[in-house]
């Protein structure tokens, strides 16, 4: 059951534009997700109107994303802050939320009240995100929605050992024509992600336990979800459309806006 | 030679201050052609306009230095108290390196020697020095050749390599003060050894400058040091009141003398006008910031080509850097030193600089500084051209999180080369910093 809707979040994502319409309890009642425009200001106003039109009325707007000052909101707020949140509001409990995004990986610790009480980002260099995946993936002409199914189907891993996208994409190249089976160059690749990924949430993860959130585009590749599993040792949660948790955070922060 | 003195010592007495007063009239007028209002900071520290003076004199007298004076190049950790007396005027590469950060003239200068083959991956003074040298360019007009390039390690193994190579263009001689590095405490053999060499020392500056070392004008350079020490620590304490009566950031600009002109008078004489003023303010209830609603730490050099923009982005949200480890360490190494024995506590004091001391030393001293200025968070600047400030920083980070609850981060950045540093993700890093506090 759902309510009247009352906000609207909108995340511009270097890679995606995500945008969430929800009821004043923050139910997701639409959703708009599409590749990012250079053209920030054009496609965010569009955006909007659509989920204004399919409300049927104006709407408060909480923005977030790289692009967030580029648009017109209420309320404007980092991505951490509203991964938290977003995330905060489907489990309910506090933990380690790993977010894998088009351009970045943070991870955000969690506290039992949904606040932030730590977080990391990869800095300078975007080896550790989803756009090393898909630079890679379509150089071995390889779908992503096909990914998971090949990794699974890899006798071994074959190390990739770069973590820089464009050395990394030469190296994946000398593997294939030096006949390394290309199931096991995927399966390295995602180890090699992995493992940058897991180095900065290692930090935040009580020695023993703990469970891990996962959200971002990344979150929908069944083989990096098993490649973090992996490389973290533990449990790790995908979070209900994992791509849209920074914009529902953002739609939350303007219906109760603590922080 | 007598010209050239003559020429020095015009420029410090009368050249200096008719040039001056001309720029401050322009500067007042140009101030009074804008807008009044300073944004999210209190009103501008008075102070701020004789530390122009000061520092401009200082550079322009150093224009007509060589041949009027013997003249040193000397590093920011050095005992600079013993060749004072000797008649030294004493440049500071460092803090010339920091004047053309905050112009961003690195990446220009830096270029020349990084054709050369010296790697971006070293110390942004280091290319800035020898990329001045190497084009002859700088924001100063001119620094004067050294007779003597005086280093000391105790800030980093960098400086060694960095003036072996001033050595070898120049050709002049190098003095090396090497300080074993501390965990703990130094033991007594160590400070022996640094004094040894601060004898030595003495003996090549008497070469150098021709004239003979003399015991009470030591202890009288010594002194004023030590008063120099204990008048910037006296500025930086005006911060433990609330609201801080300036910010973590104009400590940065105000610690030049500290650096360059340590062990002079009118260095002296500037941080009692300034401590004066703080303290003035802090009275008065007058902020750095307007609104004051949370305190930070600052650990590492400043990103001096940023450092107004992200003062700004902080000050419009309430955060204020209250203290940082930087400009502290500049009132506790000298309050170390002792007249009634100049070398063996120059010895002592120069081998304990934050630098130089183990990640135990370093976080009581964070601990502390936190504790002290009641500060409810941490920015810890892990800067790509020092990495002997920035190692361990992950570690104390998580320290002063867990043992006193203050909120943390590390902004990945460079102390005065832009192109190490990402602006949009580190100040995306900071608001969701700054978020985090509710």
Same mark, same amino acid.
């Given at each position: 059951?759902?309510?009247?809707?009352?906000?609207?979040?909108?995340?511009?994502?270097?890679?995606?534009?995500?945008?969430?319409?929800?009821?004043?309890?923050?139910?997701?009642?639409?959703?708009?997700?599409?590749? &990012?425009?250079?053209?920030?200001?054009?496609?965010?106003?569009?955006?909007?109107?659509?989920?204004?039109?399919?409300?049927?009325?104006?709407?408060?707007?909480?923005?977030?994303?790289?692009?967030?000052?580029?648009?017109?909101?209420?309320?404007?707020?980092?991505?951490?802050?509203?991964?938290?949140?977003?995330?905060?509001?489907?489990?309910?409990?506090?933990?380690?939320?790993?977010?894998?995004?088009?351009?970045?990986?943070?991870?955000?610790?969690?506290?039992?009240?949904?606040?932030?009480?730590?977080?990391?980002?990869?800095?300078?260099?975007?080896?550790?995100?989803?756009?090393?995946?898909?630079?890679?993936?379509?150089?071995?002409?390889?779908?992503?929605?096909?990914?998971?199914?090949?990794?699974?189907?890899?006798?071994? +891993?074959?190390?990739? &050992?770069?973590?820089?996208?464009?050395?990394?994409?030469?190296?994946?190249?000398?593997?294939?024509?030096?006949?390394?089976?290309?199931?096991?160059?995927?399966?390295?690749?995602?180890?090699?992600?992995?493992?940058?990924?897991?180095?900065? +949430?290692?930090?935040?993860?009580?020695?023993?336990?703990?469970?891990?959130?996962?959200?971002?585009?990344?979150?929908?590749?069944?083989?990096?979800?098993?490649?973090?599993?992996?490389?973290?040792?533990?449990?790790?949660?995908?979070?209900?459309?994992?791509?849209?948790?920074?914009?529902?955070?953002?739609?939350?922060?303007?219906? &109760?806006?603590?922080? | 030679?007598?010209?050239?003195?003559?020429?020095?010592?015009?420029?410090?007495?009368?050249?200096?201050?008719?040039?001056?007063?001309?720029?401050?009239?322009?500067?007042?007028?140009?101030?009074?052609?804008?807008?009044?209002?300073?944004?999210?900071?209190?009103?501008?520290?008075?102070?701020?306009?004789?530390?122009?003076?000061?520092?401009?004199?200082?550079?322009?007298?150093?224009?007509?230095?060589?041949?009027?004076?013997?003249?040193?190049?000397?590093?920011?950790?050095?005992?600079?108290?013993?060749?004072?007396?000797?008649?030294?005027?004493?440049?500071?590469?460092?803090?010339?390196?920091?004047?053309?950060?905050?112009?961003?003239?690195?990446?220009?200068?830096?270029?020349?020697?990084?054709?050369?083959?010296?790697?971006?991956?070293?110390?942004?003074?280091?290319?800035?020095?020898?990329?001045?040298?190497?084009?002859?360019?700088?924001?100063?007009?001119?620094?004067?050749?050294?007779?003597?390039?005086?280093?000391?390690?105790?800030?980093?193994?960098?400086?060694?390599?960095?003036?072996?190579?001033?050595?070898?263009?120049?050709?002049?001689?190098?003095?090396?003060?090497?300080?074993?590095?501390?965990?703990?405490?130094?033991?007594?053999?160590?400070?022996?050894?640094?004094?040894?060499?601060?004898?030595?020392?003495?003996?090549?500056?008497?070469?150098?400058?021709?004239?003979?070392?003399?015991?009470?004008?030591?202890?009288?350079?010594?002194?004023?040091?030590?008063?120099?020490?204990?008048?910037?620590?006296?500025?930086?304490?005006?911060?433990?009141?609330?609201?801080?009566?300036?910010?973590?950031?104009?400590?940065?600009?105000?610690?030049?003398?500290?650096?360059?002109?340590?062990?002079?008078?009118?260095?002296?004489?500037?941080?009692?006008?300034?401590?004066?003023?703080?303290?003035?303010?802090?009275?008065?209830?007058?902020?750095?910031?307007?609104?004051?609603?949370?305190?930070?730490?600052?650990?590492?050099?400043?990103?001096?080509?940023?450092?107004?923009?992200?003062?700004?982005?902080?000050?419009?949200?309430?955060?204020?850097?209250?203290?940082?480890?930087?400009?502290?360490?500049?009132?506790?190494?000298?309050?170390?030193?002792?007249?009634?024995?100049?070398?063996?506590?120059?010895?002592?004091?120069?081998?304990?600089?934050?630098?130089?001391?183990?990640?135990?030393?370093?976080?009581?001293?964070?601990?502390?500084?936190?504790?002290?200025?009641?500060?409810?968070?941490?920015?810890?600047?892990?800067?790509?051209?020092?990495?002997?400030?920035?190692?361990?920083?992950?570690?104390?980070?998580?320290?002063?999180?867990?043992?006193?609850?203050?909120?943390?981060?590390?902004?990945?950045?460079?102390?005065?080369?832009?192109?190490?540093?990402?602006?949009?993700?580190?100040?995306?890093?900071?608001?969701?910093?700054?978020?985090?506090?509710?």
């Amino acid at each position: 059951m759902t309510g009247a809707p009352a906000a609207i979040g909108l995340d511009v994502g270097s890679t995606t534009c995500k945008a969430a319409l929800v009821d004043g309890e923050g139910r997701l009642l639409a959703r708009r997700l599409e590749p &990012s425009d250079p053209r920030v200001e054009a496609q965010g106003e569009r955006l909007l109107a659509e989920l204004r039109r399919e409300a049927g009325r104006d709407l408060p707007v909480g923005a977030t994303g790289y692009g967030r000052k580029r648009v017109r909101a209420s309320r404007i707020l980092t991505e951490i802050t509203c991964h938290a949140r977003g995330a905060f509001s489907s489990t309910g409990k506090p933990g380690v939320l790993v977010d894998v995004g088009g351009q970045d990986a943070k991870v955000v610790r969690i506290g039992p009240a949904g606040e932030v009480l730590d977080f990391a980002m990869n800095d300078k260099c975007a080896a550790g995100s989803g756009r090393f995946l898909e630079v890679i993936l379509a150089r071995l002409q390889v779908p992503l929605d096909d990914v998971a199914r090949q990794v699974a189907l890899a006798a071994g +891993a074959v190390p990739v &050992s770069s973590t820089c996208t464009v050395f990394a994409e030469s190296e994946v190249i000398s593997l294939v024509a030096e006949g390394e089976p290309l199931e096991g160059i995927l399966r390295g690749l995602h180890q090699s992600l992995a493992s940058r990924v897991a180095a900065m +949430a290692r930090g935040f993860l009580p020695e023993e336990g703990g469970e891990v959130f996962l959200s971002g585009g990344v979150a929908l590749n069944g083989a990096m979800v098993s490649a973090l599993r992996g490389a973290l040792g533990r449990a790790i949660r995908v979070l209900p459309e994992p791509q849209l948790v920074g914009a529902l955070g953002a739609a939350l922060s303007v219906l &109760s806006p603590q922080a | 030679m007598i010209l050239r003195r003559l020429q020095y010592e015009l420029a410090g007495r009368l050249a200096g201050p008719v040039v001056l007063s001309l720029d401050a009239w322009q500067r007042e007028r140009r101030r009074r052609g804008r807008s009044a209002d300073p944004g999210p900071f209190g009103p501008p520290l008075e102070s701020v306009r004789r530390l122009r003076e000061l520092m401009s004199l200082h550079y322009l007298r150093g224009r007509y230095a060589d041949g009027a004076v013997p003249v040193a190049w000397v590093t920011s950790g050095f005992p600079v108290e013993i060749l004072r007396p000797l008649g030294f005027h004493a440049v500071y590469p460092e803090n010339h390196a920091a004047m053309c950060g905050v112009q961003r003239l690195v990446p220009g200068l830096s270029l020349a020697v990084e054709e050369e083959g010296y790697s971006r991956d070293l110390c942004s003074y280091a290319r800035t020095d020898l990329g001045s040298l190497v084009t002859g360019r700088t924001p100063a007009g001119r620094l004067p050749r050294p007779d003597l390039l005086a280093c000391c390690t105790n800030i980093c193994q960098t400086v060694l390599y960095w003036y072996r190579s001033l050595a070898e263009r120049l050709r002049v001689p190098l003095v090396l003060v090497d300080t074993p590095f501390v965990y703990g405490e130094a033991k007594p053999h160590h400070l022996r050894y640094v004094r040894d060499q601060l004898e030595e020392l003495v003996r090549v500056a008497e070469r150098v400058s021709g004239r003979r070392s003399d015991p009470e004008e030591l202890a009288e350079v010594t002194r004023l040091s030590k008063e120099g020490a204990r008048l910037w620590g006296e500025c930086l304490a005006a911060s433990r009141s609330r609201p801080a009566p300036w910010t973590g950031i104009d400590g940065f600009f105000h610690m030049a003398p500290i650096v360059a002109l340590r062990g002079t008078e009118e260095c002296n004489a500037y941080y009692r006008m300034l401590r004066d003023e703080l303290r003035d303010r802090a009275r008065r209830g007058v902020g750095g910031i307007r609104e004051e609603r949370h305190r930070l730490l600052w650990d590492n050099l400043p990103v001096w080509f940023a450092v107004r923009d992200l003062s700004r982005l902080l000050a419009e949200r309430g955060f204020n850097f209250v203290c940082t480890s930087y400009t502290n360490a500049w009132a506790e190494a000298g309050a170390k030193v002792d007249p009634a024995d100049p070398l063996g506590s120059a010895a002592r004091a120069y081998t304990h600089v934050i630098l130089n001391q183990d990640l135990p030393n370093r976080l009581d001293i964070l601990r502390r500084l936190v504790r002290d200025y009641q500060c409810d968070g941490a920015v810890l600047h892990s800067d790509r051209s020092c990495k002997p400030y920035s190692i361990g920083q992950v570690d104390l980070k998580d320290r002063l999180s867990r043992e006193l609850g203050v909120r943390a981060m590390l902004l990945e950045a460079d102390h005065s080369d832009p192109r190490a540093y990402a602006a949009e993700q580190g100040e995306n890093r900071l608001q969701a910093f700054m978020e985090s506090f509710g």
